[in-house]
């Protein structure tokens, strides 16, 4: 069974603290991607990546930035964390092609920043 | 700007009823078009997929309609069962666009309740 998971469910972190949010993926997935959620607003790609140590930016990648040091895993880093990065945080992964659309998603993290 | 639209619907439906959610797109040049279910506390999971020289696809217990003249997509859930409860997002993609991952853009998603 596909799996991919998030280090943390829940997280609660301080205005300007580096924040990072890990990704591990067991599919062998090349694509792995960052997306968050808030309500009304669907989910709006962060950051993407399709192979170990390739980074794209995708819609909102202000204040993010990412690394992917080895296939399985995909960090989002928060580096200087804001109230207004208060949200869910889904990590999902694909293999790469066509049907890469076919995303896996983790179960998020719900990050609050106070 | 291009944006595939849903304004956070609620359907509420009783078990085994039919459920038909929908979903109005606005970039004409889309080809590829993807559902996705996200039941409370997980992540979103793919039910079915379309592409634009279909007008229909169907699964188990799912269907999906796509009018291009139009510009809406909808799904058919059969029979609906409690746990089919979920916020349901359509995804929409332009595959001949000049990279090999276009851009896959989301709704904001449909709640769907089914009462016993």
């Known amino acids: 069974d596909v799996k991919v998971t998030q280090s943390s469910r829940y997280l609660v972190k301080r205005t300007g603290e580096k924040v990072f949010l890990e990704c591990v993926q067991d599919m062998d997935h090349e694509n792995m991607f960052w997306y968050r959620q808030d309500p009304g607003l669907g989910l709006r790609l962060i950051y993407f990546s399709y192979d170990v140590k390739m980074k794209e930016k995708g819609d909102i990648p202000e204040g993010y930035s990412v690394s992917r040091e080895k296939k399985e895993r995909f960090s989002l880093i928060l580096e200087s964390a804001s109230t207004n990065q208060t949200s869910m945080y889904l990590c999902?992964?694909?293999?790469?092609?066509?049907?890469?659309?076919?995303?896996?998603f983790g179960s998020g993290t719900q990050l609050s920043v106070l | 700007g291009e944006s595939v639209g849903l304004h956070l619907p609620t359907l509420s439906v009783q078990e085994g009823d039919n459920s038909i959610i929908n979903c109005a797109y606005s970039n004409s040049a889309s080809d590829y078009f993807i559902w996705y279910k996200q039941e409370s506390g997980k992540g979103p999971q793919f039910i079915i997929d379309i592409r634009s020289n279909m007008d229909k696809r169907q699964g188990q217990r799912v269907t999906v309609l796509l009018n291009k003249t139009v510009k809406h997509l909808s799904l058919q859930i059969a029979a609906t069962q409690p746990g089919d409860s979920a916020v349901y997002f359509c995804?929409?993609?332009?595959?001949?666009?000049?990279?090999?991952?276009?851009?896959?853009?989301f709704g904001q998603g449909t709640i769907l309740t089914v009462h016993p």
């Open positions: 999902a992964s694909s293999s790469t092609g066509r049907g890469w659309e076919k995303l896996f």
């Open positions: 995804a929409e993609n332009l595959r001949a666009g000049g990279t090999s991952y276009g851009k896959l853009t």
